[in-house]
């Protein structure tokens, strides 16, 4: 291997900020009960966050929750609690250690974690998410909402019928909330909400077309988690408004002073799929010695697709949080969508590769990724590496697997480049056939 590739150490304001933001979050849940403030558990695929915050209720997330929980290495326990009660082992992890979390005391009056007053299941893409918020508004008590976003399987989706249809279930929500706080809805308060998730929308698409940049300020799926939340959680406050303004300067500024997150930018690779957060720093390092950086990923959009133009719009607010609801989010798409999607980011990115991490114990991502590697490889030429660990549960992370495949697929990309160098860049040498490994 060349010269060793190390980590440079700029994390800066965008990392300071966004833990700020979530923690001042997590902290005012943790006092919601005690305050009496009404709270509301969402989904954080294509939610509609905007909506609770103008009808006065705290959001919270069971997903964000969980993936802390496995980030600070709590998720494994929880698991087999949600197991040991009945919960199959190949279920979604997320629903195991958010429903772990319940069965081991962590959640409820009294604790960090209060119980919901209203559970609005956006149902989008994911059916085995509808039996979660099912089982955590009984386990609960709380009302249970289901809003019904029908899945968009043609390009010609969704209509403008798809649309009433689910502006007509948001009004419905609206009166719910209104019943439970005790408080009037307001459109206007909605208009300048939106105003605020636009102004962010804006800020995060800015952000990640910036890492068009050779090399690219930050990388698109590892950092990208300090930018889901503000996007994602607090979508609408003027809070995560100021934090893309914030954002945005310092990757402008890295970008005019050609830096990245990496002391050398060797491969730009797209990534698809969740990351396996039990062990999230040991999985980056795994790339990171390649000195390879994510240009763009899928998981960044599963909240969200921002990047094509589409913004939340004040002069039509219950239309436009609809719309993205039915359109503008990774998982309310078909597969073809996102291949889509992925082709764009290769060819507009300038990506060398892409990684799929294929997701144990989720379908939803993990169903047709093989057809992907192979349409990717076979039809379009990009080199692809799939790999399969899990987001949540850290009994599916098998490192040495996973640096062999890692490390295998790198030398063979390593060796293309030197030799398309070598001949002039005329295609000279191909990739043995697993640049599918």
């Keep these: 291997m060349p010269a060793q590739v190390t980590e440079r150490q700029y994390q800066g304001k965008v990392h300071e900020h966004s833990r700020r933001l979530m923690s001042d979050w997590m902290g005012r849940l943790s006092r919601a009960e005690a305050e009496g403030q009404p709270t509301g558990a969402l989904m954080i695929s294509g939610n509609c966050v905007e ?87 009984d386990l609960s008590g709380s009302k249970l909402f289901m809003l019904d976003v029908p899945f968009a399987r043609t390009p010609g989706e969704p209509t403008q019928a798809d649309v009433q249809y689910v502006v007509a279930q948001l009004k419905e929500l609206i009166a719910l909330c209104e019943g439970i706080t005790g408080r009037k809805f307001d459109i206007d308060e909605l208009r300048e909400i939106l105003g605020y998730a636009a102004r962010a929308e ?57 830096l990245g997150p990496l002391s050398e930018e060797r491969f730009r690779i797209v990534v698809e799929g969740p990351p396996p957060y039990p062990y999230y720093k040991n999985f980056r390092n795994l790339f990171a010695k390649w000195g390879a950086v994510a240009v763009a990923s899928t998981y960044s959009t599963v909240g969200g697709i921002w990047e094509w133009g589409f913004r939340h719009d004040a002069r039509r607010p219950l239309e436009s949080i609809a719309e993205q609801m039915l359109r503008e989010n990774l998982t309310n798409r078909s597969i073809t969508a996102r291949y889509q999607q992925i ?67 790198f030398e063979a990309l390593e060796h293309k480049k030197l030799v398309v160098g070598a001949a002039g860049r005329r295609g000279a040498g191909a990739l043995p056939s697993e640049a599918t490994v």
């Design 51 to 137: 909506l609770l915050l103008a009808c006065h209720i705290l959001p919270m997330f069971p997903e964000v929750t969980a993936l802390q929980n496995a980030i600070r290495h709590k998720s494994l326990p929880l698991i087999l609690k949600a197991e040991q009660a009945g919960y199959s082992s190949d279920n979604c992890a997320y629903v195991k250690a958010d429903i772990g979390l319940f069965l081991d005391g962590g959640m409820g009056p009294g604790k960090p974690i209060p119980f919901p007053t209203i559970t609005v299941c956006n149902y989008v893409g994911c059916n085995v998410y509808v039996k979660w918020f099912e089982h955590l508004a």
């Design 202 to 258: 804006e800020g995060y698409a800015r952000s990640k077309d910036l890492c068009k940049a050779h090399p690219a300020p930050f990388d698109a799926y590892f950092d990208a988690i300090n930018m889901m939340g503000p996007i994602n959680v607090l979508r609408g406050t003027k809070e995560a408004a100021e934090f893309f303004d914030v954002a945005v300067a310092e990757f402008e500024e890295l970008v005019a002073q050609n």
């Design 343 to 409: 082709k764009r980011y290769v060819e507009e990115w300038e990506a060398d590769a892409l990684v799929i991490h294929s997701i144990k114990s989720c379908r939803l991502f993990s169903a047709g990724q093989g057809d992907m590697r192979d349409y990717f490889t076979r039809e379009l030429g990009v080199l692809t590496l799939l790999v399969e660990s899990d987001l949540e549960d850290p009994r599916y992370y098998a490192e040495a697997q996973l640096r062999n495949r890692i490390d295998a697929f």
